[in-house]
C-alpha cells in the first residue's frame, strides 16, 4: 500500500486531483507502520525492563476524559453515539499517566475499530472503598467464546481483528496492566459486542518506592511569537546550523529550509561545536544520537559557553518518552521535536524560536491576552502561560495535538499541568486548547474569505460539524453567520 503506489505514481504523471488521494494513502498507511514499529519497540522495552513505572497521584477521572476527548471527533466522523458517564466528585488513584493512556488509548481505538456507523461505545468510571473500575463498551461485532481466552496473546488473530489489527496493542495493553498490578476483564457476545474492564486498587501499597515519579519543574522557555503559514516565514534572513550524522536525513532537512534560510552543515556534535563558535548561527538544528559528542552534550557545552549561549538549539530525537524531552530541556535546549516530524511544524518551530529572538534582541515584552483570573501574575506563571500559548500555536493546524502533548511540551506531568492551567485561567487543559483553537477562528472569519470548512481544518478541526456546534457553544452563533457580522461591523 506504500510501494505499490509509490512505483505506479514514478511510471506514470498523476494530474493533482488523482495524486492527492493517493498521498493520502501514504500517509495512512505510513501512520499505521510508524504505530506498528512503536508498539513493537515499547514490548521490546518491557520485556527487557528498559520501561519503568514512574506511579504519581491523578484524578482517574480527569485522566480518562482527557484520553476520551482525544476521540470526540472520530466519533462525529463515523457516526457513532460516544458517551462518558463519570461520578460527580474525581477518584484519587495511583497510576503511570503515559502508560495508562496507552492502555486506554488502544481500548478505545480497537472500540471504534469494530463498531459501525450509528453504533455506540461507551466509557464509565466508578469505584468502590477499595477498588476503582475503568470501563469501555462497544455495540460492534463482538469476539467469539472460543477466542476470548486467546485476545490477549500477541499476534493472535480472530475474526474480529484479522482485518484490521496486527495482533499488539490488546497484547501491550495486558503488559502495561499487569505491571500496574492491575485486572482486565472481558466480556463479548457475537453481533452485539465487547466490553473491557480495568480494576484498579486504591491507594499506593501495592507499588515499591522506586515506581514513584520523581517531580520535574517546568523548564521556562523564552515567550514566543504567534505562528505564521509556512509562507509567511522570512527569506534567507537568518542561518540555521544543521547537524545531523545520517546523511539522508541530514539533506532531507536542508532541503526543508534551504529556500527560507542560509544553512551549514555539520555530521557530528563536536563539527557543530566548531561551526557555532565560528559562523554564530542564529539557530542550531541538532540530532541527539550522534558519535564523538552527542546532542545533549553539544547542547550542554553551547550553553555554558558565554559566545554560544543565546543561540537557540532545537533538538530532534526518534525517541518520544516524557523523560527524553527532560533531558533535553535540562541540556539547555529551547525545544524539543520527535522524529518522525512534520515540516510544517518543524518550520513553525524555527520560526518561532528565530521570532522569539529577535524579541530578546528588541527587549520587547509580550502582552498575554488570555483573560486570566483577575490578578497579577508572578513572572514565573507568565512565562508558564507563554509556553502554553507557544505549545499549542505551534500545533494548532494539528487535530491529534491534545493534553499529553501539550504536557510532554512544556515538560511537566499532566495533573501538574491541569492544576497550573485550572488554577491561572479557570479551564481544563482540554477547554484551554480548544479555546485558542475556537479564537483563531474567529479571528480568521472575521479577516479572511476562506470557508467555514477550510478554517475549522486549519484550526485542528477534522470535523466541520463539530466544529460547528463547539463555536457556538463559545459565541452563541454559528461560524457562517459570525462571519457575517463581522463583515458588516
Known sequence: LILGILEEMMLGKPDQEALIPRLRSIRQQSRRLLNLVTELMTLSKLESHYHQLEVESVNLVVAVSDTFDSFRQRAATQNIHYTFHQPQEGIPVWLDPDKFDKILFNLLSNAFKFTPSGGHIEVSVDATESTARVIVKDSGRGIKPEDLPKIFDRYYSTSRFESEGTGIGLSLTRQLVDMHRWDIHTESQVGKGTQFTITIPLGSAHFSGENMAKEVNPTHLPAMAPATHAEELPKKEATILVVEDHPEVRAFLCSILENSYEV?????????????????????????????????????????????????????????????????????????????????ELRLKIHNLLSSRQQLRDQSVRIINLEPKEMLLPKQDEIFLEQLIEAIEAHMWDPDYGVNQLSIDVGVSRPILFKKIKTLTDQTPKKFINLFRLRRAAQLLKDSDRSVSEIAYSVGFNDAKYFTRIFKEMFGTVPMEYGKVAEKG
Open 264 to 344: 551549514l552543515q555539520a555530521n557530528d556534535g563536536k563539527m557543530g561545536l566548531e561551526l557555532a563558535k565560528d559562523h554564530q548561527p542564529d539557530l542550531i538544528l541538532s540530532d541527539v544520537m550522534m558519535p564523538e559528542v552527542n546532542g545533549l552534550d553539544m547542547c550542554a557545552q553551547l550553553k555554558a559557553t558565554p559566545a554560544t549561549s543565546a543561540i537557540p538549539v532545537l533538538l530532534l530525537s526518534a525517541r518520544h518518552e516524557l523523560e527524553a524531552r527532560v533531558e533535553g530541556l535540562q541540556a539547555g535546549a529551547n525545544d524539543y521535536l520527535s522524529k518522525p516530524f512534520s515540516p510544517q
